[in-house]
T-cell receptor, first 114, second 110 residues
């Protein structure tokens, strides 16, 4: 299937733990994104990478560290998880930094911090 | 600051009735606006963009710079239109940085 995939789909963990979410796209895109959707359904961009280079870094705690080993992958590592990190995290990709606004989204990873 | 406001969290209309999902934005530059849709058990996907001036699945949206609005309209709603709709603004300069509204859940009643 040609798509953006994320693993895991669900993640339940204790406060203080460190966890990673992985994202892969096989669309041949060179730009990838991480979004956070909070309990009120607001979808907010966190990071964007173009050709493995960080191009957007919103005001996000430095406990969040994205890593892009290649153009097809963008992983999100979160240290010292807090209750407020509970959310749905979406990965997305696009071809080029500007392609008329079309981004292709993954299915989301629901993170619950207890 | 860039902001997108969708004043209705929930909207319910009957099949065959007209639909209008409201979107207002705040942006100092020349806006690029989009509507994204998420159907049940599907991924968020682009529905339409204002620069294309296209009609997708019977939906249209007109950018009104005077009212800073980009409302989504369809003259006759269908049951398959039930979904979550997000209005988005590209606030990046040279980079694609989408700012999303809170979303409106549209339910079409039979």
């Amino acid at each position: 299937d040609t798509a953006v995939s994320q693993t895991p789909k669900y993640l339940v963990t204790q406060m203080g733990n460190d966890k990673s979410i992985k994202c892969e796209q096989n669309l041949g895109h060179d730009t990838m994104y991480w979004y956070k959707q909070d309990s009120k359904k607001f979808l907010k961009i966190m990071f964007s990478y173009n050709n493995k280079e960080l191009i957007i870094n919103e005001t996000v705690p430095n406990r969040f560290s994205p890593k892009s080993p290649d153009k097809a992958h963008l992983n999100l590592h979160i240290n010292s998880l807090e209750l407020g990190d509970s959310a749905v995290y979406f990965c997305a990709s696009s071809q080029g930094q500007w392609t008329g606004g079309e981004q292709f989204f993954g299915p989301g990873t629901r993170l619950t911090v207890l | 600051a860039q902001r997108v406001t969708q004043p209705e969290k929930l909207l319910s209309v009957f099949k065959g009735a007209p639909v209008e999902l409201k979107c207002n934005y705040s942006y100092s530059g020349s806006p690029e606006l989009f509507w994204y849709v998420q159907y049940s058990r599907q991924r968020l996907q682009l529905l339409l963009r204002h620069i294309s001036r296209e009609s997708i699945k019977g939906f249209t949206a007109d950018l009104n710079k005077g009212e800073t609005s980009f409302h989504l309209k369809k003259p006759f709603a269908q049951e398959e239109d039930s979904a979550m709709y997000y209005c988005a603004l590209n606030s990046g300069q040279g980079a694609q940085k989408l700012v999303f509204g809170q979303g409106t859940r549209l339910t079409i009643n039979p």
